[in-house]
């Protein structure tokens, strides 16, 4: 099935966007933009020119997801969350070499009104509480919550929480999908 744009999207000559994506009212993808099968872009959305998008990536309404930001598959954009780019920016100081390059790995969640600084990786199947502003890297399957953003918990990859302890060991059950997770070392994996 071929792609589906509306008429008001500006979709500039070389952008990359792959087999059953949707581009939505007023978006605009740069040229250089590189966007994966069956994704999903809302009303006003922006992506820029370097910028990776993986497959089956949801971005709602009003994100701008500018230079530097690469998203991995399955990844959930809540609407009128944030990306930035520069650090420190300044409107009278020039600082495009200066962008910082943030991750957004596989399955993960940003909440609604979040706000990724640049220069940060979001882990696999991590969820960021609506309204967070995460300035530091987040671990897989990690919930973050608050400005700055900390963690709260743990969350499994159907998207609820597990029963286990913010640091050292244990093991917890996923209550939806009956998946098996193992905190070792501070570090939650799903058991195969």
């Known amino acids: 099935m071929a792609s589906n744009f509306h008429p008001t999207a500006i979709i500039d ?12 009212h007023w978006v605009h993808v740069c040229a250089g933009a590189r966007i994966g099968d069956g994704c999903s872009l809302g009303q006003n959305v922006f992506v820029g020119n370097d910028v ?9 309404n009003n994100v701008s997801v500018y230079d530097g930001v690469e998203i991995e598959d399955d990844v959930f954009c809540g609407p009128s969350m944030v990306f930035t780019n520069v650090y420190n920016p300044r409107a009278a100081v020039s600082r495009k070499d200066e962008y910082r390059k943030t ?28 309204g967070a502003v995460v300035n530091r890297d987040v671990k897989p399957y990690a ?16 998207g609820e929480r597990l029963e286990l302890p913010l640091t050292g060991n244990g093991s917890a059950t996923c209550p939806h999908t009956g998946d098996r997770y193992q905190l070792a070392s501070d570090q939650c994996l799903r058991l195969p």
Request: one cysteine or more; proline letters at 3%.
């Open 52 to 60: 990776v998008i993986g497959n089956n990536v949801k971005i709602q």
């Open 143 to 158: 919930l973050v919550a608050g400005v700055p953003a900390r963690q709260t918990g743990w969350m499994s990859r159907f």
């Open 13 to 24: 000559p070389g952008a990359q966007i792959g087999s059953e994506t949707r581009i939505w």
């Open 103 to 130: 991750v957004v790995r596989r399955g993960a969640t940003l909440g609604a009104n979040s706000t990724i600084v640049c220069g940060t990786t979001v882990g696999e199947y991590a969820f960021v509480a609506a």
